[in-house]
Nanobody, 118 residues
Framework: QVQLVQSGGGLVQPGGSLRLSCASSGFTFTRAVMSWYRQAPGKGREFVAVIASPIAITNFADSVKGRFTISRDNAKSTLYLQMNSLKPEDTAVYYC???????????WGQGTQVAVSS
């Protein structure tokens, strides 16, 4: 059974930091391209960042470049998103996504709320 369990969201002031985690199980983590997406109120889901495997090549949306870092711990089957210099426009529900090369299937985490407000 595939599970992507997210943690780490919350309320933070502008300029603050948060780290999101996505603990994975039920598939070969090292053979999955892992991504973060977000969905703000009243908007569609948008790409935030992606990290490949086994070579951890990364890519980011222009809106978060230089502020967000994506990383993965293959030994723990866990994906991370370090968010620094947060802005009110970063407020959204954040989702992790796994694209598993073995099966060709895609899985989503349950989502975690990030709110940036003073």
């Amino acid at each position: 059974q595939v599970q992507l369990v997210q943690s780490g969201g919350g309320l933070v002031q502008p300029g603050g930091s948060l780290r999101l985690s996505c603990a994975s199980s039920g598939f070969t983590f090292t053979r999955a391209v892992m991504s973060w997406y977000r969905q703000a109120p009243g908007k569609g889901r948008e790409f935030v960042a992606v990290i490949a495997s086994p070579i951890a090549i990364t890519n980011f949306a222009d809106s978060v470049k230089g502020r967000f870092t994506i990383s993965r711990d293959n030994a723990k089957s866990t994906l991370y998103l370090q968010m620094n210099s947060l802005k009110p426009e970063d407020t959204a529900v954040y989702y992790c996504k796994a694209d598993v090369s073995d099966s060709g299937l895609t899985y989503w985490g349950q989502g975690t709320q990030v709110a940036v407000s003073s």
